[in-house]
Antibody, heavy 119, light 106 residues
């Protein structure tokens, strides 16, 4: 069974850095893309970017490029989403999800990582 | 940038049919996927490439896509279908999600 298990909830201050993770199991991690999706409180879904762990090909939503970094370590079947300097507006739930190729649907999702940024 | 517009809310009587629209410029030329999200849970794929159901999704869920509108149809609505629904499409180099529709079963 395919599973994506995300790291736990985080509480941070503005300006701090953060790296959250998404570990895959049950299928070939390097044969699929991993996407990151933001959901701000009471709002809809926003695609942030995707990575293909097999060769580290990365696609970013222009709206998020430069503010977050997507990476992966295929040796531990884990993808990461990183911020160097958090803002209060980064408060959201972040989901990882799997897709088979660019433009394909997100067929498996992680449980979500809540991130709260507050002074 | 490409936009997908959904109604804020749709109400349906128990056992009746709900239709959720997703409007976008020439969306009929794109592959549209649909997700169901219940409170406090991650989204679940319910329709992919316009009209295909993943394993485990009831036949009551169906989809269509033509012109400037894609539609998710929920037949014989059940209380358990209450959720937010999002459409999704790929445009040039970006995944776009619809604005989301809250479905209430009366």
């Amino acid at each position: 069974e395919v599973q994506l298990v995300q790291s736990g909830a985080e509480v941070k201050k503005p300006g701090e850095s953060l790296k959250i993770s998404c570990r895959g199991s049950g299928d070939s991690f390097t044969g699929y893309w991993i996407a990151w999706v933001r959901q701000m409180p009471g709002k809809g879904l926003e695609w942030m970017g995707s990575i293909f762990p097999g060769d580290s090909d990365i696609r970013y939503n222009p709206s998020f490029q430069g503010h977050v970094t997507v990476s992966a370590d295929k040796s531990i079947s884990t993808a990461f989403l990183q911020w160097n300097s958090l803002k209060a507006s980064d408060t959201a739930i972040y989901y990882c999800a799997r897709h088979q190729r660019v433009s394909a649907p997100f067929d498996y999702w992680g449980q979500g990582t809540p991130v709260t940024v507050s002074s | 940038s490409y936009e997908l517009t959904q109604p804020l809310s749709v109400s349906v009587a128990l056992g009746q049919t709900a239709r959720i629209t997703c409007g976008g410029d020439n969306i009929g030329h794109k592959n549209v996927h649909w997700y169901q999200q219940k409170p406090g849970q991650a989204p679940v794929l319910v329709i992919y490439r316009d009209r295909n159901r993943p394993s485990g999704i009831p036949e009551r869920f169906s989809g269509s896509n033509s012109g400037n509108t894609a539609t998710l149809t929920i037949s014989r609505a059940q209380a358990g279908d209450e959720a937010d629904y999002y459409c999704q499409a790929w445009d040039i180099r970006t995944y776009v999600f619809g604005t989301g529709t809250k479905v209430t079963v009366l």
